[in-house]
Structure formats: structure tokens, C-alpha cells
């Protein structure tokens, strides 16, 4: 009797140490801890159907597809396993192939088997080329089997996300919340979430719990330094990077990782440093390149962002992982070397033109208002200014939502780009959207007095006055602007009043202003000339 219940204690022991490290090599792969992962599972997978389909998981994430294909291979007729092998097939771009076996596990669910939807759904969710809404119908069909279950609605939550549905996803994460088993990882979701709408404040409040709930997750450290970089706080961005790098398994991958938010945190020749060491160590994977090239363009090395801007582009054979900001910084790059190559300065203002456009091919479901933004900026650091407002232009045209700093930047690159008359209409429709909007009036009355460049017309006096009557106080440069502008065209029309009212304002301003003592001056000799004539006339 004591054997058999010897027996039974150590057979209930395993079972309790297997069932642990199942779910700690799940909560690695959920943390993109692959190495982690794969040393929790090994001892275990041969005895355990889950165990194993999570092993084939961590060398997939370590993109080992020939080692994740062996292990699915072990029990091909287990659904974890045909799963898995599903992933390997969308990994070499067999997607058919891998919708008809995921298609196969459901067919096969019994009433109470919620894992075959959710395995299923979790190979599209996380591979690219399924169709992301099969994914949400067996998402919600294994939480009709088991409503309590955090890591589908997670799971949920990213499918809703790849819909670009951010309002499901948000709701999805939240319920997983509720339940409570896997809140670090659900908290980071969350945070990610609001960091992607802007919500900066709800970002870093989501990623502090996450960071509560689990301190091993590397996820919040990695997703913080993300936040405080926008947020122009660059030391609190190093200082998560370090936190993140320091929680993950330092794999190649997170080092390159490490080597992003060092560029991130403005760390740029930190950043090529790393990039370097993981080359000389034989790593030669694209990103690499991409990286030094972007940290090379911020150091304003031109010639070393455009050769490795070029490796990089010649190395990434999937088209499908050249991003946006590639086009960016390449268009950048070359509006860069049109300044410093001046015999070339065409073909390279050319360049930059195709990149600069190619943006909006990339992704063509990106948000339209965000591209077009990133272009115009980009133009704006090439100091190409005319096209800057052109792309701010297009920015406020798209974005039903723009904000008066987009109107603003339409208004004052076409400006500055001496599109004078351009910038008129983008000022005038500011006023219109914007009408409280204390600036506007003074870039009204400054681009009117660059279109009324001999101030005859006096096409600015109305925005100048209208500016000048504001409250708000002014810079001492707009009101020189304003005053010389209000002087130059009241002399122009002969009314020495109003003429000379705005040249004293410029003369209490400036007293050796050479304009405002040249008119008044003339007034003064204008009076003396006078003057002897009406004595004269009066014997």
C-alpha cells in the first residue's frame, strides 16, 4: 500500500512539474524568450503532446523551420503538432497548404475540444498569409467552450489587431484582464494599444502594471523605451532598453533589438557599435544594414547611410519586410547628398522624389494622413520646403482629424518654399478651421507682404492690424515685420499719420532701423522744404 502511494505521489509530482514547465515555456515563447523556452520544454517533449507543439513554437521564433518541422513531425496525427506544422507551412509561403490542414483540425472538433479552435486560430494570428477573420470566428467559437480562458482572449485580442479592429482588440485584452491569469502579458497589449493611439499617459500607466504583474517580462521595458522616446525623454528610453536587453535571453535577435532602441534613444554611434560587433560575429541579416543606415544619416555620415541603406535593400529579399520608414530615410538620404554632391544634386533631388512617393505604395492600407506626414517631413529635413507644405497639404486633405500644427506646417513650408499664393489658401483655411487661433492672422499678413512685396497693395494691413490687436503677447521680431510692412505701405499711399505711427513702433524697437530713419528722415526734409515756401508766401 505505501508503494502504491509512493508511486501515486511521485506520479502526481511529474504531472505538477510537467504542467509548470508547459506553462512557463508558453509564457517565454508569449515573451519572445525562445532559448527560455525551448531549455523548459526539451526534458518534457517527448512526453507531453503540448510540450512538444510549444518546442516546435520556440524554434520557429528562432526561425529553426527545419528543426520545427522535425519536431511537428514526431505524432503528425496530434492537432498541436498538425498546427504547428501549419505555421512551418505559412513560413515557406505555402498558405493554401496550411489553410486545408487548420481547416482539417476544426472539422474534426468534438463539442468540448476548445483547444483545436484556438490552435488553429493562433497559426494565423501569428504567421502571415491566413485569413485573419477564420482566426476571429474560431477565437470566439473556443470562448463559447471555454469563456474563461485569458490566453484566447489575447489571442482574440492580436487577430482583432491584425483586422486593424483596435476597439475589439482593446476589449479583448480587457476581458483577459478580468480573468486575471495572464494580466503582464495582457497589460502590455493594452499599453501598446493606447502608445498606438497617442494615449502616452494610458501607454505608460498599462506598461508599469505589466512590468507589477511580471517582473521577468521584457515586453513593457521594450515597449517603454519605445514611449519615452516619443516623448523626447531619451535617458528613460536607455535606461528600459538596458532593463530589456538585461530580461531577455540576449539571443541575436533581441541584441538586435537592443541595437534599435539604443538608436532610438538618440545612442547612434552606440547603436552602429552593436550593429558592428553582431557583423563581425557573422551575423548578416538585412535589418543590420538598415540600422546603420539610419544611425549614420542622424550622425550626418551621407556617403555611409546611402551604402548601407543600399546593402540593405539589396539583402532583403522579401518585399514584404521593407517598411515605410526605409523609403523615408533613403528619400532623406539622398535629399542629404544633393547637398553635399552639388554636381549630381539633380539626380540625387530625383531620388529622393521616387523614394519619398514610394512610401505610399508600400503599405497601400497604411493610414494615408500618417504617410503623407512622414513625407513632408522628410522634405522638410532635406530643406526641400516647397514640397514639404505640398505633402503637410495632402496631409490635412486626408485626415479628417488634422490638427492646426498640420494646418500650420501646410501654411509655412509653402511659405518658406516661396509659394506665396499657395500659402495664402493654406493660412486662409486654417482661419477657417482654426478661427480662435491666435497665429494665423500674423502668417496671413506676413505671406500677403510677400505677395505685396513693394507694399502698394496693402493686401496685409488688415491680418497685420487684426494680429497686432491680440491680446496674446508678440516677438519682438513679428512685430518688426508687422510694423515695417504697416510703415512701408502707409508711406507708399502718402499718409504721413499712419505712415510715421508704425516707423516710431519700429524706431522704439530698433533705433538704427535703416528703413524706418530713411522715411523718417524724408518726412523731416519734406517739412523743411515746406516750410521756407509758407513763410515766403506770407509777406
Same mark, same amino acid.
Given at each position: ?181 495572464? #494580466?503582464? @502579458?495582457? $497589460? ?6 493606447? +502608445?498606438? /493611439?497617442? &494615449? !502616452?499617459?494610458? =501607454? *505608460?500607466? %498599462? ?9 521577468? #517580462?521584457? @515586453?513593457? $521595458? ?6 519615452? +522616446?516619443? /516623448?523626447? &525623454? !531619451?535617458?528613460? =528610453? *536607455?535606461? %528600459? ?25 538618440? &545612442? !547612434?554611434?552606440? =547603436? ?29 555620415? !551621407?556617403?555611409? =547611410? ?111 518654399g516661396k509659394k506665396y499664393q499657395e500659402a495664402a489658401s493654406a493660412f486662409a483655411a486654417m482661419k477657417t478651421k482654426f478661427p480662435d487661433e491666435a497665429i494665423t492672422p500674423y502668417w496671413q499678413g506676413r505671406t500677403a ?74 518726412y523731416a526734409k519734406s517739412k523743411a522744404k515746406a516750410a521756407p515756401a509758407k513763410g515766403k508766401g506770407g509777406k
Amino acid at each position: 500500500m505505501k508503494r502504491l502511494i509512493a508511486i501515486a505521489v511521485a506520479t502526481s509530482l511529474a504531472f505538477h512539474v510537467g504542467a509548470q514547465s508547459v506553462q512557463e515555456g508558453e509564457k517565454m515563447i508569449n515573451y519572445g524568450r525562445f532559448e527560455s523556452a525551448k531549455k523548459a520544454l526539451e526534458s518534457i517533449a517527448g512526453k507531453e503532446d503540448q510540450a512538444n507543439y510549444l518546442l516546435g513554437l520556440s524554434e520557429l521564433g528562432m526561425e529553426n523551420k527545419d528543426a520545427a518541422r522535425q519536431i511537428f513531425s514526431k505524432n503528425p496525427e496530434n492537432f498541436y503538432n498538425q498546427a504547428g506544422m501549419a505555421r512551418v507551412l505559412f513560413a515557406e509561403g505555402k498558405k493554401d497548404e496550411a489553410a486545408k490542414q487548420l481547416l482539417a483540425i476544426v472539422d474534426k472538433a468534438k463539442k468540448k475540444e476548445w483547444e483545436k479552435y484556438k490552435v488553429a486560430a493562433d497559426a494565423i494570428t501569428y504567421s502571415n498569409g491566413g485569413n485573419i477573420q477564420d482566426a476571429i470566428t474560431w477565437y470566439q467559437k473556443a470562448l463559447e467552450i471555454n469563456p474563461g480562458e485569458a490566453n484566447t482572449l489575447i489571442g482574440l485580442g492580436d487577430a482583432y489587431l491584425k483586422a486593424r479592429d483596435g476597439g475589439n482588440a482593446m476589449s479583448s485584452y480587457e476581458k483577459a484582464v478580468e480573468k486575471g491569469t495572464n #494580466n503582464s @502579458l495582457a $497589460y502590455s497589449k493594452i499599453g501598446s494599444l493606447w +502608445y498606438a /493611439a497617442h &494615449k !502616452y499617459e494610458d =501607454a *505608460l500607466k %498599462n506598461y508599469n502594471l505589466a512590468k507589477d504583474q511580471d517582473p521577468s #517580462n521584457p @515586453l513593457p $521595458y521594450k515597449e517603454l523605451a519605445n514611449a519615452y +522616446y516619443r /516623448a523626447g &525623454k !531619451y535617458d528613460n =528610453a *536607455l535606461t %528600459n532598453s538596458e532593463k530589456f536587453l538585461s530580461l531577455s535571453d540576449k539571443s541575436i535577435d533581441d541584441q538586435i533589438t537592443y541595437a534599435n532602441l539604443l538608436f532610438l534613444s538618440k &545612442k !547612434y554611434p552606440e =547603436a552602429q557599435a552593436k550593429i558592428q560587433e553582431l557583423i563581425g560575429k557573422g551575423v548578416d541579416k538585412p535589418y543590420l544594414y538598415r540600422l546603420i543606415g539610419y544611425s549614420a544619416y542622424e550622425t550626418k555620415d !551621407y556617403e555611409k =547611410a546611402r551604402t548601407n541603406m543600399q546593402q540593405f535593400f539589396n539583402k532583403q529579399k522579401d518585399a514584404s519586410k521593407i517598411i515605410g520608414d526605409d523609403y523615408i530615410y533613403y528619400g532623406k538620404i539622398m535629399g542629404a547628398m544633393a547637398g553635399i554632391d552639388t554636381p549630381h544634386a539633380k539626380m540625387y533631388n530625383d531620388s529622393a522624389d521616387y523614394y519619398f512617393n514610394q512610401v505610399t505604395v508600400v503599405d497601400p492600407t497604411a493610414n494615408k494622413a500618417t504617410l503623407f506626414r512622414q513625407i513632408a517631413e522628410g522634405y522638410r529635413e532635406t530643406k526641400e520646403y516647397a514640397k514639404a507644405g505640398e505633402w503637410f497639404g495632402k496631409t490635412v486633405a486626408a485626415d479628417t482629424a488634422a490638427t492646426n500644427l498640420d494646418y500650420f506646417n501646410w501654411g509655412l513650408y509653402l511659405y518658406y518654399g516661396k509659394k506665396y499664393q499657395e500659402a495664402a489658401s493654406a493660412f486662409a483655411a486654417m482661419k477657417t478651421k482654426f478661427p480662435d487661433e491666435a497665429i494665423t492672422p500674423y502668417w496671413q499678413g506676413r505671406t500677403a507682404a510677400a505677395i505685396d512685396q513693394d507694399a502698394k497693395t496693402g493686401i496685409g494691413v488688415p491680418f497685420y492690424k487684426e494680429w497686432l490687436a491680440s491680446p496674446k503677447e508678440h516677438k519682438d521680431a513679428d512685430l518688426m515685420n508687422a510694423y515695417q510692412y504697416l510703415g512701408y505701405y502707409y508711406y507708399n499711399t502718402n499718409n504721413e499719420k499712419e505712415a510715421m505711427e508704425w516707423i516710431n513702433k519700429v524706431l522704439e524697437k530698433e533705433p538704427g532701423n535703416e528703413f524706418a530713419n530713411q522715411v523718417k528722415d524724408y518726412y523731416a526734409k519734406s517739412k523743411a522744404k515746406a516750410a521756407p515756401a509758407k513763410g515766403k508766401g506770407g509777406k
